[in-house]
């Protein structure tokens, strides 16, 4: 694929070499950062726009020009407000704000949700943000009472967060998504909450590494289990990816992502050393392409005719950086490397969206879950969310 860079970048020289394109770092890059967070303020206002009051925007469909929205019980709904926190954080931008502060609020009820794991995503990405942005002491609470909510999903038997109710598909399902909630858990314990939320995010991590990984230090997307009888595991198995085993590619970020967090917010080494072992099979693998946007599974059939997922693309990004700050000497450049890669790739016209197009996302190309037919190849708003971090962590500590 031929990558046409954005005209800012154009006009910078100092490029490095890429196979497959180029890779822009140091003050190239943020030069090309300071365009795209231009262009997500106006992008962002014309989604806000586009958006009814009591709704958040769930994906936009170039090929059919559709938007899609959800109410605030989808797992992404406190990804909108996050986005609109970082951008505002930014950009200070006065309609941001009021569009991030009103996001926001819609959000609240949430904080007593208990029917799945995804507390995490949906109000530490939104209060999180919100709340280290502002100080505001209501935020504090808010974040507080969706710590204890996702407490209750804590299943002693199996030394883990449950993260989906039990269904006609599932008895009791861990999916590796789930090392994303623990850093609600153990932020609140860290800052004089609750130290049983940390006690139970901490269980669950060395739970995930026991018994979620392949030998080869991949993650496999579900693990069910029979809450009955000390907690049986019942199988190895998956939901959104290619097969059974496979490695799907968002779920590696989720995983490389979660174990970073853990470490800054334990210091545990397991969980560095854990966060190394997963990047390892991520960078080194060789059906990663050269741009650093993975296909939607590393084991899908097909290789190389199938789809992107510009999404776990801006996990990792984000997942790298941070790991980057906690790693000494080769592999410290090598992480931040891959992240300008990445960085790089989700600038060019291929995935980065021209203003007044892309419903207003930023990024296209990414994959929700696509063995289940839903939201493939559309902007979505994690995608959106995870590459602005992980542009604002770049500019923070280049
Ligand atoms: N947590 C669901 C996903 O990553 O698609």
């Not at 958006?51 to 090929?63: G, L």
């Given at each position: 694929?031929?990558?046409?860079?954005?005209?800012?970048?154009?006009?910078?020289?100092?490029?490095?070499?890429?196979?497959?394109?180029q890779?822009?770092?140091?003050?190239?890059?943020?030069?090309?950062?300071?365009?795209?967070?231009?262009?997500?303020?106006?992008?962002?206002?014309?989604?806000?726009?586009?958006?009814?009051?009591?709704?958040?925007?769930?994906?936009?469909?170039e090929?059919?020009?559709?938007?899609?929205?959800?109410?605030?019980?989808?797992?992404?709904?406190?990804?909108?407000?996050?986005?609109?926190?970082?951008?505002?954080?930014?950009?200070?931008?006065?309609?941001?704000?009021?569009?991030?502060?009103?996001?926001?609020?819609?959000?609240?009820?949430?904080?007593?949700?208990?029917?799945?794991?995804?507390?995490?995503?949906?109000?530490y990405?939104?209060?999180?943000?919100?709340?280290?942005?502002?100080?505001?002491?209501?935020?504090?609470?808010?974040?507080?009472?969706?710590?204890?909510?996702?407490?209750?999903?804590?299943?002693?038997?199996?030394?883990?967060?449950?993260?989906?109710?039990?269904?006609?598909?599932?008895?009791?399902?861990?999916?590796?998504?789930?090392?994303?909630?623990?850093?609600l858990?153990?932020?609140?314990?860290?800052?004089?909450?609750?130290?049983?939320f940390?006690?139970?995010?901490?269980?669950?991590?060395?739970?995930?590494?026991?018994?979620?990984?392949?030998?080869?230090?991949?993650?496999?997307?579900v693990?069910?289990?029979?809450?009955?009888?000390?907690?049986?595991?019942?199988?190895?198995?998956?939901?959104?990816?290619?097969?059974?085993?496979?490695?799907?590619?968002?779920?590696?970020?989720?995983?490389?992502?979660?174990?970073?967090?853990?470490?800054?917010?334990?210091?545990?080494?397991?969980?560095?050393?854990?966060?190394?072992?997963?990047?390892?099979?991520?960078?080194?693998?060789?059906?990663?392409?050269?741009?650093?946007?993975?296909?939607?599974?590393?084991?899908?059939?097909?290789?190389?005719?199938?789809?992107?997922?510009?999404?776990?693309?801006s996990?990792?990004?984000?997942?790298?950086?941070?790991?980057?700050?906690?790693?000494?000497?080769?592999?410290?450049?090598?992480?931040?490397?891959?992240?300008?890669?990445?960085?790089?790739?989700?600038?060019?016209?291929?995935?980065?969206?021209?203003?007044?197009?892309?419903?207003?996302?930023?990024?296209?190309?990414?994959?929700?879950?696509?063995?289940l037919?839903?939201?493939?190849?559309?902007?979505?708003?994690?995608?959106?969310?995870?590459?602005?971090?992980?542009?604002?962590?770049?500019l923070?500590?280049?």
């Amino acid at each position: 694929m031929m990558m046409k860079l954005s005209i800012p970048l154009m006009l910078v020289l100092g490029c490095m070499l890429s196979v497959n394109g180029q890779t822009i770092s140091g003050a190239a890059l943020k030069t090309q950062i300071r365009s795209n967070m231009e262009l997500a303020v106006t992008q962002y206002k014309l989604l806000d726009r586009s958006v009814p009051a009591d709704r958040m925007p769930q994906h936009f469909d170039e090929k059919t020009g559709k938007l899609k929205t959800s109410d605030i019980t989808w797992w992404c709904s406190g990804f909108f407000p996050g986005t609109l926190w970082y951008i505002y954080e930014y950009s200070k931008n006065a309609d941001i704000l009021k569009a991030a502060d009103a996001r926001l609020k819609l959000m609240e009820p949430m904080k007593h949700f208990t029917g799945n794991h995804d507390l995490g995503f949906m109000m530490y990405c939104s209060y999180g943000n919100a709340f280290r942005i502002t100080g505001e002491p209501s935020y504090r609470k808010t974040i507080d009472t969706a710590a204890m909510s996702l407490a209750t999903r804590y299943r002693p038997s199996i030394q883990s967060i449950q993260s989906w109710d039990s269904s006609k598909n599932f008895t009791c399902a861990i999916i590796v998504d789930n090392m994303m909630n623990l850093e609600l858990l153990t932020w609140v314990s860290n800052n004089g909450g609750d130290p049983r939320f940390r006690d139970i995010a901490v269980t669950h991590a060395n739970t995930t590494i026991e018994r979620q990984f392949r030998p080869d230090n991949a993650a496999y997307h579900v693990l069910d289990y029979s809450l009955a009888n000390g907690g049986k595991l019942l199988r190895k198995t998956t939901w959104q990816g290619a097969h059974d085993t496979s490695a799907w590619a968002r779920g590696q970020s989720w995983a490389l992502y979660g174990y970073t967090v853990m470490y800054r917010m334990t210091n545990d080494k397991k969980y560095l050393d854990q966060a190394h072992k997963i990047a390892a099979f991520i960078l080194n693998h060789p059906r990663l392409p050269k741009d650093g946007i993975p296909y939607w599974d590393f084991d899908a059939p097909g290789i190389p005719n199938v789809l992107r997922d510009a999404s776990a693309g801006s996990i990792m990004a984000s997942a790298l950086i941070e790991l980057s700050g906690f790693t000494k000497g080769k592999m410290k450049d090598k992480y931040m490397r891959t992240a300008e890669t990445i960085l790089t790739t989700l600038s060019s016209e291929t995935y980065l969206a021209k203003p007044g197009t892309n419903g207003g996302f930023l990024l296209k190309h990414n994959v929700g879950a696509l063995p289940l037919k839903g939201e493939v190849d559309v902007a979505l708003t994690y995608a959106d969310y995870y590459f602005i971090e992980a542009m604002l962590r770049y500019l923070a500590v280049k």
